[in-house]
């Protein structure tokens, strides 16, 4: 497999994966879209849902499209073959399990800062007497899901080979 090769699949996973994170902002944003209540500055928040919509998904079109002319820029005038006679299942397993829990941990870090930020105003607003134990279980939450993600990170190795494992056991075997 060529350079170049290898450069297309990446630039269109990123084009795939900002695609499913515009689809999620929809998502997250169809309860504010038919709220009863209207809310004072109602236009700027569709602006910016629309925006944050709008943007993923034509930048996704725009990689997706320009991925082989982006490539080819990036790999160079030469495309030589890539030696993936190193790589086995496990290591490209553990290499998914490292990228994932990569990407995790790069999106729940600042929603920890933001959660706990608020947390903490939350209660200095409120007086120490107020409950505030829900916005604290956001914190907790999303601390759990990092510390996670980071264990997937530092353990790729061990969970590629465990699933690798998983899968020569004849779980699913025919016998049944």
Do not use: K
Not at 140 to 166: H, I, N
Request: net charge neutral; proline share 4%; with cysteine.
């Amino acid at each position: 497999m060529a350079t170049r090769d290898l450069a297309v699949i990446g630039i269109r996973l990123i084009a795939l994966y900002l695609v499913a994170r515009g689809l999620l902002v929809a998502v997250q944003s169809v309860p504010y879209a038919w709220a009863g209540d209207p809310v004072e500055d109602a236009s700027l928040l569709q602006l910016s849902v629309l925006l944050q919509l709008v943007m993923p998904i034509s930048l996704a079109a725009l990689l997706w499209l320009g991925a082989p002319w982006l490539a080819s820029a990036m790999s160079g005038a030469g495309s030589e073959p890539v030696d993936t006679g190193g790589l086995t299942a496990e290591s490209v397993a553990a290499i998914a399990f490292a990228v994932a829990g990569m990407v995790v941990l790069i999106h729940g870090l600042p929603q920890l800062i933001w959660n706990a930020v608020q947390a903490v105003l939350l209660e200095r607003q409120a007086g120490a007497g107020s409950p505030t134990r829900g916005q604290w279980l956001q914190v907790v939450v999303v601390a759990l899901r990092c510390v996670l993600a980071f264990g997937v990170v530092v353990g790729a190795r061990a969970l590629g080979r465990w699933v690798l494992r998983l899968r020569t056991l004849g779980l699913r075997s025919d016998e049944s």
